[in-house]
C-alpha cells in the first residue's frame, strides 16, 4: 500500500519500498530480500496473506476492542471500503503449500477467497467480544490530513504512545484492498480451509 486504492492486484503488482507509511516499505524492503536470496541449495519462497485473523489474535482485536471501550472509535467514511482477510488456518495452509509446491523465488497471495465490507467483518469480530462498535463516523477526506498532522506532531513532539491515526491506517480505512489468488490455487492447489462464518463462530466460543 502506497496511498491508492489496491483493485484486484495479483503477484504482478509493483513492490512499493517507496510508500510513506514504514509498515508496507519494510514488508517490501524485506520481500525484495528474500526473493533474491533465493538460489539453488536455498530456496525462498514469499507468502502474502491479509489482514490475519482468528481466535487468539493478541494483536488486531484486542486493540480494536480497546479502542471501543475507551470511547475512541469512529469508523472512516463510514467503513464501507472492500478488503481482503485471511484466517489464521488459511495463512497456514498457504504455508504448507508453498513449501511443498512453491516455485523458489516466487511470492503468492492468500486470502479468505472473497473480499468483505470492512465495517461489517470489523462489526462482526467485535461482536465475538460482547462489543458493539459505535455508530460514529468521519468523513474519508479527513484521514489523510490527520494523519499527516499526527505523525509530523508525533515526530517533532516528545508526545507518549503511538499517534491516533498515521497513513497506513487511514489507508486501511478507507481503501479498497482486493486480491486475486489465481497464481496461489493455480500453482498450489490453494483454497481455503475455513470460511468467516466459522472463524467467527470459534472466535465467540473462546471469548
Known sequence: MAGEPLVQVDE????????????????????QAVRAASREGFETIVLRPRFVWGKGDTTLLPEMVATVKAGRFAWVGGGTNV????????????????????????AYFVTDGDPVVFREFVTAM???QDVEPPDRSLPAWTA?????????????????GAPPMTSFRSWLLTQECTIDISKARAELGYAPVIDRERGLAEMRASA
Not at 519500498?17 to 509498515?23: L, V
Open 83 to 106: 478488503t481482503e482477510t485471511t484466517h489464521v488456518d488459511n495463512v497456514v495452509e498457504g504455508l504448507i503449500l508453498a513449501a511443498r509446491k512453491g516455485r523458489p523465488g516466487e
Open 144 to 160: 489523510a490530513p490527520m494523519a499527516r498532522l499526527c505523525e509530523s506532531a508525533w515526530k517533532l513532539l516528545p508526545l507518549p
Open 126 to 128: 467485535l461482536r465475538t
Open 12 to 31: 504482478t503488482a509493483p513492490l512499493r519500498p517507496d510508500s510513506r507509511a514504514p509498515y508496507p516499505a519494510t514488508k517490501a524492503k524485506a520481500e
